[in-house]
């Protein structure tokens, strides 16, 4: 058995910012227009007239003040509020694969590791830009590594998820170093003409290389253990899929082709699942929520995770004791908790725990036990 540690992140950002305000006007526009073209139905009391957002109501209910997208052409557009990508050909690498590689890119530099030291890769994102090939194994090809690939999608807990099967494997000998890639270009399956959403998402792809700790040359971080749980739920849903076309009403535009969630029953129900699964995984490993220097967290909504914070640590946390990145990069789904874990690691000293845990639709749950080394 070998002990598997995180080696190297690395964190791609997009190009274009999207700012609250920004947002904003051009739903309004879009809520304006709407009312305009079915006026005579809303009289009518058959549809609902949209209400205009602001950017104190977005800020009140998330805790976002921006978030970054691949592009803003056709968000902006009342008309269309959903994003403009170009063609590409399949002989061209997928925008998945694209931005995958540039994030572990930034990873394997940060880990000493060649890409063609890489034994596993596993895509880990809520949606999948294609069903097969997987996403994976494009990424594996264009990165030069080994061994073999997968795609994995437990919607916002996969980067957790993918790190458990991943060192998993590690622990077991399977595979030496391991590339869990999380691109989530979560602006293509977003409802940006949904109100009570529209704010919510944006776009990031980040990188985790995992590997034996004995092969570590530079600081990293000991995998202690891994806890994943998942309990159904409807009340985080997208039913788009290849069988759309095949029923009757599969090609209209319909409201549940893209993300669709009952946000209060959410936070009601996630917040004592997730705090009681950290509690029952820190019990199991010996390990109070004391001892804890991090806890970060998937990256959802504030106050959800301030009251996380509260529950697990018996205490209101303390300034970086739960690092929030909501302000600057909105949802990204998996990749939340890692970009946090990104950019508030290097502080930590040599002995101290922490502990990364992501959790949505499904419901699911992901921890991971982290040691600084």
């Not at 949209?50 to 997208?69: D, M, N, T, W």
């Not at 957790?160 to 590339?179: H, W």
């Not at 997208?238 to 759309?244: E, I, K, S, T, Y």
Request: negative net charge; glycine residues 8%; aromatic residues 8%.
């Amino acid at each position: 058995m070998y002990q598997p540690a995180i080696r190297g992140t690395g964190v791609f950002v997009p190009p274009e910012v999207l700012t609250n305000e920004e947002l904003v006007a051009a739903y309004n526009r879009h809520a304006d227009w709407f009312n305009a073209e079915n006026a005579a139905a809303i009289a009518a009391g058959t549809v609902a007239a949209k209400e205009h957002s602001s950017p104190e109501f977005i800020f009140k209910a998330s805790g976002i003040l921006q978030r970054y997208v691949l592009t803003k052409d056709g968000l902006l557009d009342p008309a269309r509020m959903y994003p403009r990508f170009r063609q590409r050909s399949d002989d061209e690498p997928s925008l998945m694969a694209e931005i995958a590689l540039k994030a572990a890119e930034v990873a394997l530099a940060k880990a000493g590791v060649a890409p063609g030291e890489i034994d596993l890769v596993i895509c880990a994102a809520s949606n999948m830009e294609r069903p097969y090939p997987a996403i994976a194994i494009e990424i594996q090809n264009l990165l030069g590594a080994g061994g073999f690939a997968f795609d994995m999608n437990v919607a916002c807990s996969s980067a957790t998820f993918g790190i458990q099967a991943a060192s998993d494997m590690i622990r077991a000998g399977t595979v030496r170093n391991a590339l869990v890639v999380n691109p989530e270009i979560t602006s293509g399956h977003l409802e940006w003409r949904d109100r009570d959403c529209h704010f919510i998402f944006g776009d990031v792809c980040t990188a985790t290389v995992l590997g034996r700790a004995e092969d570590a040359t530079a600081a990293h971080f000991k995998i202690r253990s891994c806890r994943c749980a998942t309990e159904f739920s409807n009340n985080i849903r997208n039913n788009n899929g290849f069988l759309r076309r095949s029923r009757p009403d599969g090609m209209a535009d319909r409201r549940d082709m893209q993300f669709v969630q009952e946000g209060r029953k959410v936070f009601k129900e996630v917040v004592p699942l997730v705090s009681a699964h950290i509690l029952a995984h820190l019990a199991a490993e010996g390990t109070s929520a004391a001892a804890l220097k991090r806890l970060w967290l998937h990256q959802a909504n504030k106050g959800m995770n301030d009251l996380i914070g509260r529950k697990v640590l018996g205490h209101d946390p303390l300034p970086g004791e739960t690092p929030n990145v909501l302000q600057e990069f909105a949802n990204t789904s998996s990749a939340g908790s890692i970009i946090a874990f990104d950019r508030s690691s290097d502080a930590m000293a040599a002995g101290d725990l922490g502990l990364i845990c992501s959790f949505g639709a499904g419901y699911s749950v992901g921890s991971v036990l982290l040691e600084r080394a």
